[in-house]
């Protein structure tokens, strides 16, 4: 599918959106389809779940998890164009929800209120923009806030550990885990990776470089696991830090 001629920044944009939602109005998967994701999100996911699709577009993500079982789906997008669209078209299904929102600004939505928040390649449109560590931080930070303790942000990416670890980590409220999946069907005899299984992570994450080797084709997943504790404690570290000063 052509996606139409567009600059770095203008995936940033709403703007941009909004025009290609009204020149591509077919379903379109950005990365990854239902199908393939499927075995992980049973790792992390229960069918209860309430859970948080950001920058949903048009991609049959939601549908496909309502069909799979999935109760209760909140897609969100900046598009009003599309998300007028989906909620046309899946007026019908009570368990998929579609409301136009900036993943920057969530306020809608209360504080530790959902279970798991997906991420097909928002954060890295968002990465694309004018102010991109500003605006990607703010995201983080709501994606933070919405989600209960425990719960889980998939973050499905071309963003290998040297580009996003350190942004995630920044955060302080997770712990993080890896898993890759092949972005071509390997030919009969090439190493593969199972998706199922967390790669080594360490902190820089230079252990999965040096598990995947140089230019692996792959999405990179990462599963951040909210942790209040490390709020808690980061806080703890800071008041101590001022009493000592």
């Known amino acids: 599918m052509t996606l139409g001629t567009a600059t770095k920044h203008d995936y940033g944009e709403p703007s941009y959106w909004d ?4 020149q591509y109005q077919g379903p379109f998967d950005w990365y990854q389809k239902y199908q393939s994701l499927a075995p992980l999100f049973d790792l992390y996911l229960r069918r209860p779940h309430r859970l948080l699709l950001v920058g949903c577009g048009n991609s049959a993500l939601g549908e496909s998890m309502v069909d799979d079982g999935y109760q209760d789906v909140v897609n969100i997008d900046i598009s009003s164009v ?4 989906m909620q046309n078209k899946h007026m019908d299904k009570p368990g998929l929800k579609y409301i136009k929102m900036d993943v920057r ?3 809608p939505f209360q ?10 390649g928002t954060l890295d449109s968002i990465m694309c923009g004018h102010n991109a560590l500003l605006n990607a931080t703010k995201m983080l930070q709501e994606v933070g806030r919405v989600l209960k303790d425990k719960g889980v942000y998939i973050l499905i990416t071309y963003g290998d550990p040297s ?14 885990s890896m ?38 084709e792959v999405h990179y997943i990462y599963v951040c696991i909210k942790d209040e504790s490390r709020r808690s404690h980061q806080s703890t570290e800071t008041n101590d830090i001022g009493n000592e000063l």
Request: proline share 4%.
């Open 163 to 176: 580009y996003r670890l350190r942004l995630l980590r920044d955060i302080e409220l997770w712990t993080i």
């Open 105 to 107: 600004d969530m306020d």
């Open 82 to 85: 599309v998300i007028e669209a």
């Open 111 to 120: 504080s530790c209120s959902f279970d798991a928040v997906i991420d097909k």
């Open 179 to 216: 898993h890759v999946l092949e972005r071509i069907e390997k030919r009969s005899g090439q190493k593969t990776w199972e998706l199922i299984t967390p790669l080594p992570l360490n902190e820089d994450g230079s252990s999965v470089a040096a598990v995947l080797g140089s230019n692996p």
């Open 19 to 22: 025009r290609r939602y009204r």
